[in-house]
């Protein structure tokens, strides 16, 4: 990556702004407060993946629901059949059931699917908030920008795996933990290994389309991972240098502090929330 040295010294200087996570239970300051959130999922994973945060959201007094993206749990599209746009509508749609605007939480290639919903609806969403997540530019493409980080743990040779007519994706058994959950417990592990999925191809290929004017308009806040191998800590601060944000926190865990700390990730989320 070029101008590595920058983004890593700035990587760390966000680290040392706002700490390594937080403690205790999520805060209750608005008790009569109404938010709704609605949290999309990161590639190989589905709506499970925060399953141990929607409770603390909404014991906050707050609304959370998860959304399965096309080809992900329990839905049937094939594989080769989903393109971005499908992600992007599943969200529209979840957002309709609502009549105020909702927060988007994104976790990883989530933040990329919130990103274009937030272009195509900027009226519906009142912030997006990024839980290591990819934040595109115009034109931006997942795998491009995966490319670019020279940090993380698929750039190890055979732990991204094609399938053989090139429709999907997935992560060699023996990396999964590591790239995804260096700190989990064994516990934790299992839980992992098992809702690992296959990965649609197509939407890690398009373009984005992000502007100045609809997505641009949207308030941003941002989590890191400090512990990050799949979304390194460098290439989430390169993302917030070009696509700056209103707050930034960071959590002393991998990519997956859904799984590692639920507590602390809810925390956050409510904290930064608008």
């Avoid at 839980?131 to 743990?153: C, F, H, M, R, S």
């Avoid at 389309?209 to 460098?234: H, R, W």
Wanted: hydrophobic share 45%; glycine share 6%; with cysteine.
């Amino acid at each position: 990556m070029k101008n590595l040295t920058p983004i890593l010294l700035f990587s760390m200087f966000i680290l040392l702004l706002v700490g390594c996570g937080t403690n205790g239970a999520p805060a209750n300051e608005a008790e009569d407060s109404n938010d709704v959130y609605i949290f999309v999922h990161g590639a190989f994973q589905d709506a499970s993946s925060w399953d141990a945060v929607l409770p603390l959201i909404e014991a906050n007094n707050d609304t959370a629901i998860a959304v399965n993206l096309p080809a992900h749990g329990n839905d049937n599209t094939p594989l080769g059949d989903v393109t971005l746009a499908d992600y992007r509508e599943t969200v529209i749609n979840a957002i309709e059931q609502f009549d105020q605007p909702v927060i988007l939480v994104g976790h990883s290639f989530g933040g990329i699917t919130i990103s274009e919903v937030a272009e195509a609806t900027p009226d519906k969403v009142k912030q997006l908030i990024y839980v290591a997540a990819y934040i595109p530019k115009q034109g931006d493409t997942l795998a491009g920008i995966a490319e670019l980080d020279q940090n993380n743990g698929f750039n190890e040779e055979g732990t991204f795996l094609l399938s053989e007519d090139f429709t999907y994706a997935n992560v060699a058994e023996e990396a999964q933990i590591k790239i995804f959950c260096g700190d989990c417990t064994a516990t934790q592990q299992d839980v992992l290994l098992a809702s690992m999925q296959n990965e649609p191809l197509g939407p890690l290929n398009e373009p984005a389309t992000v502007t100045a004017e609809n997505f641009g308009s949207v308030p941003k806040a941002y989590i890191m991972t400090a512990l990050d191998n799949a979304a390194s800590p460098q290439i989430q601060a390169y993302m917030m240098s070009h696509t700056p944000v209103d707050t930034v926190r960071a959590i002393n865990t991998s990519h997956a502090p859904f799984l590692t700390m639920p507590t602390e990730l809810a925390s956050l989320i409510i904290e930064v929330s608008n």
